[in-house]
């Protein structure tokens, strides 16, 4: 592996993910490289066009051009153009936000939404991610993983503000095996509920998942089983797909 290479997009990925401009000292901090090794690879990404420095500040950030990347790249995907379909007529069944997840380690990316006209505050970008062990979709991979201990436990070291313990997770995961479903309140944020169902590949094991959620006032009884249903429906319609 060319090591400059994957240090440069490491620096790529800190930055995309920050909440705001970082400092080179936070940077170094955050990605346990020499300051100086930093410093290079921040000059050669800005001459690169995909990070920018804030001369009053002297903080850096990921560019527009990461993000046009991030753009042409989602825009082709092949699973979430054929999922795209049944995710609007989710939405349109149950009224609330239904989202496309796929696994990537132990985190799920968001993929692809549908939300309500007004957005709430809870509801997930594209592009981003969250431990699988505090997701809906999350407990859907975890529950196909023959030891998903290791996964839960680093996913619950990154929310230890959440009152759930790997034991609580681990037997949770063969209730989503028989009932096909996952159900988390609180996970990404307080008061909300969301629920989760697998997209399986030819081999039978989940290649991606679709949540539907809102909030937990909203998610009760007779709504609540009718969500489910029609989550339950929209995942057995897609069938079986081969990964992209």
Known sequence: MDTTVAKGFAVLEVLSRAKRPMRLSALTEALGFQKSNVHRLLGTLIELGYVQKDEETARYFASL????????????????????????????LTLDTVLLTVPVGDEVLFLDRVAPARVLRYTPLNGTRAPMA????????LSAMSEPQAAISRGLAERPDLDVTLDEIMQDLPKVRRDGFAMVSGGLTARVLAVASAISGPDGRP????TVSNGESRMTGEHLQEAIEALLTACAEIGEISPP
């Open 65 to 92: 051009k990461a993000w046009e990347l991030g753009v042409a790249i989602i825009s082709t995907n092949a699973l979430r153009r054929m999922i795209s379909p049944h995710l609007q007529k989710l939405h349109q």
């Open 207 to 210: 290649i991606a998942a679709i």
């Open 134 to 141: 505090v997701t809906a979709s999350g407990r859907i991979f």
